[in-house]
């Protein structure tokens, strides 16, 4: 039996280039509350990412819960239910009440001409995601929220380093929220981040993710602790100097599938968002009816042959216990999210991973 694949790989720098890093920790004696790496990689994001201001985080989920707070969201907020479960419960730790609206079937983001519909006296807000790194429709949303008065916080969660036609795609909407999760392109073991438009945004981030102090005896709000460690900030620091190359590597992985794939009857791609719009963080198929097996049986397939796909996003967010009675999580309403998580199966995708292995994955669904 071949040695098991997993749905991603986290990517790992030699170990041996994480010593003198970790040897200016022991040297600093700062752990963590805004330290030297800490400072550096807010920096040195900001730069790599072309994005003004941005505040780091223990991780994606309290960076969203936060970037609510900060906004002071309340009432109801439109978002998607295709996507991973953090997303709408940032909503319910908030006391915000999701309203789900359907997905693009081509791109599986939150559907612009759908939002309008949705939007109520206590809307307040919209939260979309840029599923998979592909870049939601920012203009027509950006729309809708000027239109209506409603914030845009972007779970971005799977857009590091995307762009779009001008610039990052980070710098819409109101905020942009990054998780650096094991699992994402770019990881600090767990970590995330807030983007923010201007320093005075950033500064009542930065005190709202560390209690609300604003120095040692004034505290201006019930903030929480979501503050970086120097250890996580600093595998940052390193992860960053490796992730072009890093890029580079799913980039190949992304086209050599695309090839390989093309002409297995009943098995789509989503389209490429394009050159320099897409991180290539995941490669979802979906796995249509003129398919001989079903997206169940090539799941378990592949499971057999030790390759662990994955069914992201099934099921929905909306078929959790604590959504699924709300209205608009109906199935009626949400027809391409239903459809989409039947279909989708998110093959591995990592640096690392061979080409001989993912020619093996191709056959194993080209000979059904
Ligand atoms: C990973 C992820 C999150 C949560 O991030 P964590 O850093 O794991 O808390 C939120 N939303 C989406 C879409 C994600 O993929």
Known sequence: MNSPIYVTQPYLPPLDEF?????KIWENKILTNGGPFHTQLEQALCEYL?????????????????ALQALRVTGEVITTPYSFVATAHSLLWNGIKPVFVDVDPDTLNLDPAKIEAAITPQTTAIMPVHCYGHPCDVDAIQKIADNYNLRV????????GVKSHCGSVLNHGDLSVLSFHATKVFNTFEG??????DAKTKLRIDQLKNFGFVDEVTVVAPGINGKMSEINAAFGMLQLKHIDHALAQRKRIDSTYRQLIEGIKGIRCLPNAGEHTSNFSYFPILVEADYPLSRDALYQKLKENNIFARRYFYPLITDFPMYRGLPSAHRENLPAATAAAQKVLCLPIYPALSPADQQRIVDLIREN
């Open 19 to 23: 010593i003198p890093y970790l040897e």
């Open 50 to 66: 072309g994005v003004k201001h941005l505040a780091l985080f223990s991780n994606g989920t309290i960076a969203l819960v936060t």
């Open 153 to 160: 916080i972007y779970d971005a969660a799977h857009a590091f």
């Open 192 to 197: 995330g981040a807030i983007i923010c438009p």
